[in-house]
């Protein structure tokens, strides 16, 4: 295997439908070489193609030095001629990146954007229409904090900068990188990927997407034998560095359980019901789709999922079942079960 990621491939991976993919993520451990690659190609292909890209960071304060987050280690290791440089526009809604190389008179390259300003956005994007691609390192968040309805934000940036030029909706890609953090992301939600996902998968398709999840082996034994790693031993966070490990997830398993159980609640999620049990036994609770109709607490994932028998989750008993899903103590009946799981506790 490589020593360096190549995105090549996934770059030219065809969709579930065997269609061109508007949305491509890159996966694996950390220090494979993902970040660095695709900010090289979004630089040369704008050096030699002209075209410009679109940084997307989750938070407004992560705009300001965005130009140098991106550009210093690329430019140490491919662009020493080049400097890169940004200017914050329309009352910092986003900022304008220019590359210079040399003396020569900077070349407009780019832009940066946050998702918590996608109302803003809308209203200006015809500033940016003239963006080619975009990117969104870091789609999974390590501290699980995450923008309010960020996919919804995610989904409404897009939308308003896919158009211009005479079209109503153009073809602008979004490459999306991260480090294996958490099968509950909402992104993963969002698209149904966290069901479908496998320890030994390496590519994935969906409707509109790709999906690689990678494994550097080189990245990995690098960090293991690290001497700061090695002193804190085999603990989760050295996992996930070094190995095909989420930091936030302990695996999770589709199994038929059988004997003593109590039942927990009913769910209700995109219309079908599910039933939630506790085997005391195991020390697990189990997700099936035998539900307890006469129970009296029903929970809904989502608004439109409500009926007259039912209250939305709370955020307590969200964030208690997310504490036992980090613990390992899920079990599913079948996919379709996991699905609905998840839906619960994405975040």
Known sequence: MPKYYDGQKLLSLKDINKETPEIFISTSNRSAGKTTYFGRKLVNDFIKKGTKFILV???AYEVYDAYEKFFSDIQRLFFSEYTMTQKMMEKDVFGALFLAKGDEEPQHCGYVISL???????KCSHLLSDAGVMLFDEFQSESGQYAPNEVQKFQSIHTSLARGGGQQ??????IMISNFVSLLNPYYTALRISERLQDNTNYLRGEGWVLEQGFNDSASQAQKESAFNRAFG???YNKFSSDKFYL??????????????KYLFSLHFEGEWYGFRYYSDEGVV???KSHDKTHGRKYAVKPEDMT?????????????????????????????????AFGLLSY
Do not use: H, W
């Open 248 to 261: 936030n997830d302990n695996n999770t398993f589709i199994k038929k359980m059988s004997g003593s159980n």
């Open 57 to 59: 960071y989750r938070f």
């Open 116 to 122: 918590n300003k996608a109302d803003n956005i809308k």
């Open 169 to 174: 909706v153009k073809y602008l890609p979004v």
């Open 308 to 340: 007259e028998e039912t209250t939305l989750a709370t955020t307590a008993l969200v964030i208690n079942f997310r504490e036992a899903f980090d613990r390992g103590a899920f079990r599913f009946q079948n996919l379709e079960c996991k699905a609905a």
């Open 234 to 236: 085999d603990n989760k």
């Open 286 to 288: 189990y997700v099936t």
